[in-house]
Every structure is written in structure tokens, then in C-alpha cells.
């Protein structure tokens, strides 16, 4: 079938160790862990599980003297470059660039000593480690100063974060440092969406995507797809992050259903078409549905697999999917490649299925030798 493509925007690539951000380059998924970063070994143990689930990047936070020490344990034993992500010190920054930071992290709203921000620059510079300027939305109005404060206040926020940003970039020009990778976070998706179309008007950096502070699994994971699946859809976004609390190796996960959901990256794994289920289902086909996404889960060949409940839909999309099946009353259709193999009874759905999609994957495996 011929479906529609996504048209990425053009814009510098900056290299992070070994992966390229922007410049036509895939998105690219990052996280960020949540262990304490001055324990290393169990900071490497998360960085690897999520280099496992599909991180290309890692992030970690380094707010003390014994985070960015431990870098040095945890950067050469990481499978991916990591990240150091840095607010209040600049001397952290420093220090995680020394230890072999493949990119650091700025916050404009909290390191702003320009004499500061010009070391820092000119250390990443020397060892070629990339520099992510990172406005949030929290950090954007000035404190300090009353009558800035009324100006940012009455300003539109999307606006008002491109213009802290504009402003914070002035050094890196004034330094000829372009290593850079910009983001705009939020905790609003609306507010994502305004404020990182701005940015593909005034700079052709590539941008690092997220929404902040997005909440817990249930309720992040939809606010992250709402602002950065309309970004994404448009071309804008060179790397992602989706952000919640709890385990970062289902952030991950759901960065890369994302991008296989959008077509920007080659699915890894079994793309489930599932029936949603309705008053015309004359089987119960949501059990089984999560029996064979359960039995699935460790295929890794790129197969559609789709477990319909009737033939309203079924057999359209038994045609674009590998292996098919769909069910009626105690009994189902079998598809391979949109072509009938037999019918059999409900109860043999799960097996059956199950060895069309391993003998596919062993085919897969073969041609790929
Ligand atoms: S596949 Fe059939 S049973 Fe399932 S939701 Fe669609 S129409 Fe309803």
C-alpha cells in the first residue's frame, strides 16, 4: 500500500559520541535514569537495561562533586554516550565534560554567568562534547527582578521561552560554538507544540523534544505523544524523550512505539492490529489478544500480526498484515499475508498464530544472514 511520509525538517547534525542528532539522521529515543548517579554500578545496571529496550542516549543528573566523579566509571562502561544533565553549578558541567560526557546539559534559567557559561563552552569545545541549551517552562520568569518579571509575565510563553533562549545563545555565537542541540520543554502539550515551531523559525539546531514534568505512566505517556506526535508529524524533533515517573525503561519503550506509530523508525519487534472489541464480537478476543502480544514479546523481526474480532474489518486487515486471524462463534480464520491457510477452532487461535509469526521471524532471520 502506498501510505503517506513524514518530510523531516533539515537541520545541522551534531554528534553525540557515536550518534548523530539531526542532519537527516533517525530520531533518535533518549531517557534519562533515576538512580542516584554517584552510585555507579547501579547507574550503569539501569543505563544498560534501557540501552537494551532501545535508548540510544542515556541522561543522568549530576547535581553533586560525587555524581560527576562517578562518571568516570559509568562513561566507559555505558554501550551509549551519556549525558550529564546540569542546573546551579557550572563547575558540575566542568566536571562532567572532564570525565567524558558525550553532551552536556544547560539550563538557561540557572546557569546564566556569562563568564561561566564561556568556560564551559570552551571545555566542550576541547573535547568535542555537544551542548543541549534546554529552556523549561518553570525556570523561564525572571525572579529576581520585579519589573522583568511583569515584562516576561505579559508575554506569550512560548513566545517568552524562545526569547530566553535567543538571548542565552548570544555567548555560544559570540564563541562560534554551533555543537548545539536546543529543547523547549513544558508541561503543556499545547505550549510544546507553539514554542518548538518557533524554534524551527529562528535556528536550524536540532531539537531534543520532551514534555516536562508529564506526570505518572497513565497520564505522561498520552501528554508526551499529544505534543511530540503532532511535532514529529510535522518534521520538527531530531531526538525524543518521554517522560514520566517510574521505571525509565518503559519511557523508552513508549519513545519508540511513538516513532514505529509514525513511521520514523523501522519497526524492532511485532506490530499488534488488535480489535478493540464491540457488540458485534462473538468471541472473547481481549484475552487472547494480550495472550499473543505476552507470547510475541520477545520477537524481534518487524511482523504485523492482527487478532480481529468479526469480519466487518477483518479480512482488510488480514491483507496488510504478515499473519492474521479473524474469529467468529468458536471458530477463526487463518491469514498469511493476506491470503486464507484454514479455519480452526477458537481455542487453537494462540498456537496458531504463534507459529505463523516464528516461522516468518525464522525466515526473517535467515535472509538477513
Ligand atoms: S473487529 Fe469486529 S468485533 Fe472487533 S471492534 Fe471491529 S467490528 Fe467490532
Not at 525556570?139 to 542565552?168: F, G, H, I, T, W
Not at 518487524?302 to 496488510?320: H, Y
Request: overall charge neutral; hydrophobic content about 45%; some cysteine.
Amino acid at each position: 500500500m502506498n501510505l503517506p511520509e513524514i518530510h523531516r525538517r533539515r537541520t545541522r547534525a551534531v554528534r553525540v559520541g557515536n550518534v548523530t542528532i539531526g542532519g537527516g539522521a533517525p530520531v533518535s529515543v533518549q531517557s534519562m535514569t533515576n538512580t542516584r548517579t554517584a552510585d555507579a554500578d547501579a547507574t550503569i545496571a539501569q543505563v544498560r537495561r534501557m540501552a537494551e529496550a532501545g535508548a540510544e542516549l542515556v541522561r543522568v543528573a549530576v547535581p553533586t562533586a560525587d555524581d560527576t566523579a562517578a562518571l568516570r566509571k559509568i562513561v566507559p562502561a555505558s554501550p551509549v554516550p551519556i549525558v550529564a544533565d546540569v542546573h546551579f553549578h557550572f563547575d558540575r558541567a566542568l566536571e562532567a565534560i572532564a570525565a567524558g560526557a558525550a553532551k552536556i546539559r544547560l539550563n538557561p534559567g540557572n546557569i546564566s554567568d556569562r563568564r561561566q557559561v564561556r568556560e564551559v563552552i570552551r571545555a566542550a569545545a576541547d573535547t568535542g562534547a555537544a551542548i543541549r541549551v534546554g529552556v523549561n517552562e518553570g525556570s523561564v520568569v525572571d525572579r529576581a527582578d520585579a519589573a522583568r518579571r511583569q515584562a516576561d509575565l505579559r508575554k506569550p510563553l512560548d513566545e517568552l521561552m524562545a526569547d530566553k533562549l535567543a538571548e542565552y545563545l548570544e555567548v555560544f555565537g559570540e564563541c562560534g560554538f554551533d555543537n548545539l542541540v536546543l529543547s523547549a520543554k513544558s508541561h503543556d502539550a499545547t505550549t510544546c507544540v507553539a514554542v518548538n515551531r518557533r524554534l524551527t523559525e529562528r535556528w536550524d539546531y536540532p531539537l531534543h523534544l520532551g514534555v516536562t514534568h508529564a506526570g505518572t505512566r497513565e497520564t505522561g505517556a498520552i501528554r508526551s505523544a499529544a505534543a511530540l506526535g503532532a511535532l514529529l508529524s510535522e518534521g520538527i524533533g531530531d531526538t525524543i524523550r518521554i517522560s514520566y515517573a517510574g521505571d525509565p525503561v518503559h519511557e523508552v519503550a513508549a519513545a519508540l512505539e511513538l516513532l514505529y506509530s509514525l513511521r520514523l523508525r523501522a519497526r524492532r519487534g511485532i506490530e499488534l492490529i488488535a480489535c478493540p472489541t464491540c457488540g458485534r464480537l462473538q468471541t472473547d478476543i481481549a484475552p487472547i489478544v494480550e495472550q499473543v502480544r505476552a507470547a510475541l514479546a520477545d520477537v524481534t523481526a518487524p511482523i504485523t500480526v492482527a487478532v480481529m474480532g468479526c469480519v466487518v474489518n477483518g479480512p482488510g486487515e488480514a491483507d496488510s498484515a504478515d499473519v492474521a486471524v479473524c474469529a467468529g462463534k468458536g471458530k477463526a480464520i487463518l491469514y498469511r499475508r493476506g491470503q486464507k491457510l484454514r479455519t480452526i477452532p477458537t481455542e487453537e487461535i494462540l498456537p496458531a498464530v504463534v507459529d505463523e509469526v516464528r516461522k516468518l521471524a525464522a525466515e526473517w532471520a535467515d535472509q538477513k544472514r
